[in-house]
């Protein structure tokens, strides 16, 4: 069979495309991972440490799960350095709970992964539970004061809002003044605004409200559709949003 062109021609062809194959492996090992600034690196050395974690148990194991976790909290509440530990469970999905902490620093937070409450729970969470319990741990980025409490009715929203690296900045830039403007709002007890520490282009947002008809009237706010329509401009996942009731 004839081909078309030379060998040398050829052999310079399969050059310039094994080139641009290896360029492109190349470039992309050398991609950096998303960084940490160094305001973030001094935040997790020093400042509080945020902790949000999805615990999700057998539909028919409710309420062990939430007797589990109860008893976890009471226990957090003692350690030095904890500074809030509530426990909260999904409206609507009652076999699913979010646990929110507060540690004053990395030292507290540390020796709380070694503490004999922490190990019990984790032990007896894995005959109930559906899935491995989910822990995320953050540095503050827009928290405000620390809140009065909640009350039987209120209701605890935990939202995660993942964007692409690139627009980190520009969502804390979104973040900021929806924190600010929620917190002004009639019925707001809590908005917090965390930054995940190994992944700071994930935030989790905590708020608190005092009850359904004020959650209601905190997302139909200009400041609360403003947002929306500039995260989806830079969403990296699905906006996750998730309701609660305080678990006491």
């Known amino acids: ?22 360029s492109g492996i190349l470039g992309l090992s050398l991609m950096p991972a998303t960084p940490t600034s160094p305001a973030l690196a001094q935040a997790a050395a020093t400042g509080p ?3 949000a974690t999805y615990v999700e148990v057998a539909a028919a194991s409710a ?7 109860t008893a976890y909290r009471d226990a957090s ?10 426990v909260a469970q999904e ?20 020796a709380h992964g070694k503490a004999a409450s922490t190990s019990t729970m984790r032990d007896k969470l894995k005959a109930i539970q559906n899935a491995p319990y989910d822990q995320r741990v953050h540095n503050s980025l827009n928290v405000g004061p620390a809140d009065s409490g909640t009350g039987k009715g209120s209701v605890i929203v ?32 809590r908005y917090e605004v965390q930054q995940q520490s190994s992944r700071p282009n994930h935030f ?27 995260l989806a401009t830079m969403a990296g996942a699905l906006y996750d949003e998730r309701l609660y009731s305080p678990v006491n």
């Open 1 to 22: 069979m004839k081909q078309n062109g030379t060998g040398s021609e050829m052999r310079a062809m399969r050059q310039l495309v094994l080139g641009g194959i290896l």
């Open 77 to 86: 509440r003692k350690e030095d350095g904890n500074l809030r530990a509530e």
């Open 49 to 51: 440490v945020y902790v």
């Open 204 to 230: 989790t947002v905590v708020e608190a409200w005092k009850d359904r008809k004020a959650y209601d009237a905190g997302r139909a706010a200009d400041t609360q559709r403003q947002f929306r329509d500039k």
């Open 91 to 110: 409206i609507g999905r009652a076999n699913r709970f979010v646990v929110v902490e507060t540690w004053k620093d990395q030292a507290a937070f540390d």
């Open 63 to 69: 309420k062990d799960g939430a007797k589990l976790l």
């Open 158 to 189: 935990v939202s995660h809002v993942d964007v692409i690296p690139p627009k980190k900045d520009d969502a804390i830039a979104a973040l900021n003044p929806l924190a600010d403007g929620n917190r002004k709002a009639a019925g707001n007890q």
